[in-house]
């Protein structure tokens, strides 16, 4: 949603952080890289039940997934490459989140925050899914109600904020929907 209402406008908002980054010959696969990093680390916190620092890392791969393709456009240095890795690394990130969300949920032996982390993840990947796999028969495939950067904020938002569970809860119900609005989409697109 946020891309879609922003699309390349909020490039200009970060060009006085992605400029310096450009200068320094920083690439956009570095900041990819760096992202995945931090989610990784993200959900080391979470598993080690540091909600709060688990959130705050959240944020932090999720600044580094907002500026790398601002960069790439910026610098030049766009590639075929770049996106598919930067795909392939947001879900690997989705993942390392997810895994540290069950380890901290198993050993507080809350199966609530179990089954909700799953459900929230089932939604992620297949929204992200949707949009790839559709791709390969439609044209575009950017609707829905939130995508990777909203799911980012509500999570880091959640955690900070002390209100995990419902944060959780409304994550399964919004991404769930969004894949299923994608499903839909490309239907009617393909029956016209």
Known sequence: MIKSVFGNKLD?????????LSRMGISP???TGCSLVMAIFSGLGYGAGYIKLGGALLAISGLFDLLDGPLARFSCRE????????SIFDRYSEIAVATGLCVYFGLIQRIEGIVLTGFV???????????????NFIEK???????????IIILSAGSLLGILIPSL???ALLANYTAFQRILYIKNVLNG
Request: net charge positive.
């Open 141 to 151: 495939c950017d609707v829905g109600l939130i995508e990777r950067a909203e799911r």
């Open 79 to 86: 590639s075929k490459f770049g996106a598919f890795m930067d």
């Open 12 to 20: 200009s908002f970060l060009i006085y952080i992605i400029r310096p």
């Open 29 to 31: 696969n570095a900041l």
């Open 121 to 135: 993840l089932m939604g992620s990947i297949n929204t992200s899914y949707a949009k790839a796999r559709g791709e």
């Open 169 to 171: 809860f409304l994550l």
